[in-house]
């Protein structure tokens, strides 16, 4: 009994069933080269075309670059102390009236010390800007004081009011006693510097010899003796002529004093400065 034939696939494996076949390689097949490439992905197709080489990216400019980096530093500051200048209200809104009170005497302190110390800079500044004035008034302050020094050790030449006496002694009998003590007398009413004969008067000044072969500091006189001397002309004239005085003592030798007062004496002779043997500044 025969029927129509199934006219569908049949299944694999199944009696019957014409499959096709696969070719068979012959001994004359080459395969072909493969395709250079990265594979392909699941669902890519085909790798494109090769297109025009890509252009090179430009550089940026250093010295854009180092404005940008400013700018933002400084944006960064202002946003920093913008907040903390908010933190800093907020926080003061709610401090106590004590705390309020307290920070504002901490920074009224604050600003008197930065005005002090700014006064202080402003001293300071000015007294640099007159260093050159400073140094000249120095110097003359300087001079001035080397020459008052030199005047009364004897080692510069002065002039000014005072008087000049006359010791003569026709018979040599004034002897040492009587011109130390016109000396000292001299001195006493307020002489600033004088001379006996061309003999600078100085602080270690010594008197010597005999009556009639008197000596100052080494130095021979010869009478008469005069004696030259800057002070107060009144002064030293009633302190020669004062009761057992000089004026006493030169009479009774047989001698005579003359004095004469001026305004204007000139003590011209000078003396060599006396290096000191022992003493030194002290500290």
Do not use: C, K
């Amino acid at each position: 009994m025969s029927g129509p034939l199934p006219t569908g696939p049949q299944p694999a494996g199944e009696p019957g069933a014409d499959l096709p076949s696969a070719p068979v390689p012959t001994a004359d097949a080459v395969p072909a080269p493969p395709v250079e490439g990265p594979p392909a992905g699941p669902g890519e197709g085909p790798a494109p075309a090769p297109g025009p080489p890509a252009r090179p990216r430009r550089r940026r400019d250093p010295l854009a670059a180092s404005l940008i980096g400013v700018l933002t530093l400084l944006l960064g500051f202002a946003f920093a102390v913008q907040v903390r200048s908010t933190d800093t209200d907020q926080q003061l809104a709610g401090a106590r009236e004590e705390d309020l009170v307290r920070i504002l005497d901490d920074v009224t302190a604050q600003e008197d010390r930065l005005r002090q110390e700014i006064a202080d800079q402003r001293v300071a500044l000015d007294s640099l800007g007159d260093s050159d004035t400073v140094a000249a008034a120095a110097l003359q302050e300087a001079q001035e004081r080397a020459e008052t020094l030199g005047i009364l050790n004897g080692t510069v030449a002065a002039r000014g009011p005072g008087l000049e006496l006359t010791i003569r002694d026709p018979l040599g009998r004034v002897d040492v006693e009587v011109l130390l003590n016109a000396v000292q007398e001299l001195r006493g009413a307020g002489a600033e510097t004088m001379q006996i004969d061309g003999v600078r008067i100085g602080v270690s000044s010594a008197v010597t010899g005999t009556a009639g072969q008197l000596a100052v500091d080494g130095q021979p006189l010869e009478a008469p003796y005069t004696v030259r001397v800057i002070g107060s002309p009144q002064d030293m004239a009633t302190a020669l002529n004062i009761p057992g005085g000089v004026a006493t003592r030169v009479s009774t030798a047989e001698g005579s004093l003359d004095v004469v007062q001026s305004t204007d004496v000139v003590v011209d002779a000078l003396r060599p400065l006396d290096e000191p043997q022992y003493a030194e500044p002290a500290d």
